[in-house]
């Protein structure tokens, strides 16, 4: 794994693109960020945060918000998807992962506002996640979703993820994915700059 520095996390965003164009930028939440992705959470619809939450709750628990917004803490990060609105950054879409050094492995949950659905972002997001996941060091990518939310496992099927029983659950399906990304790509600022720090490394092992 390539450790991260996050004394600065803006190097690590990266712009993207909806179906019709429209520029989306990823990026590391930040502390300035609480009130609004605790807005966002509650502007999603009761069915859209039943499905990210697998429950129900009108809002992110105090406890549980402050650990979104601790970004690397314990390997788990979250990252927003955000949107110029009206002229005002606005979040579209979070995904919140967790590096697995043991297994290789990133766990990963996202969702997308009910409002922007159906424009590309969630399959913009995921791309970008396993990028990040990469980066870190990952070989596979999985999650669990309920078996009722459609939306959710189409993304995953179109993505090329194989489906499995969740362990303990039968409420719940897993999917999962061996991720691949190719030095020439680079197709992530996170990927980038792993790699730049892996070549750093193994010139001062050189010397």
């Not at 788990?76 to 919140?96: K, N, Q, W």
Request: charged share 25%; with cysteine.
């Amino acid at each position: 794994m390539t450790a991260l520095h996050l004394d600065d996390l803006k190097q690590y965003s990266d712009v993207l693109r909806a179906r019709d164009g429209r520029e989306i930028r990823v990026r590391f939440v930040e502390p300035r960020d609480r009130e609004e992705l605790q807005n966002y959470i509650r502007s999603l619809s009761a069915g859209s945060r039943y499905s990210r939450f697998l429950g129900a709750l009108s809002e992110l628990p105090k406890s549980e918000l402050e650990r979104f917004l601790h970004v690397g803490e314990a390997d788990r990060f979250t990252v927003v998807a955000t949107m110029l609105v009206d002229g005002f950054e606005t979040i579209v879409g979070e995904a919140r992962y967790a590096f697995h050094a043991d297994t290789s492995s990133v766990e990963f949950g996202l969702s997308i506002d009910d409002r922007w659905q159906g424009l590309g972002i969630g399959k913009a997001l995921l791309n970008n996640l396993e990028c990040r996941a990469a980066s870190l060091g990952a070989e596979r990518m999985f999650g669990d979703t309920l078996r009722s939310n459609a939306t959710m496992i189409g993304l995953a099927r179109k993505s090329g993820y194989a489906f499995t029983a969740s362990p303990g659950d039968w409420k719940l399906v897993r999917f999962a994915k061996e991720i691949h990304v190719e030095p020439q790509d680079i197709p992530c600022a996170s990927w980038r700059l792993a790699a730049v720090s892996r070549s750093a490394a193994m010139s001062s092992l050189a010397v």
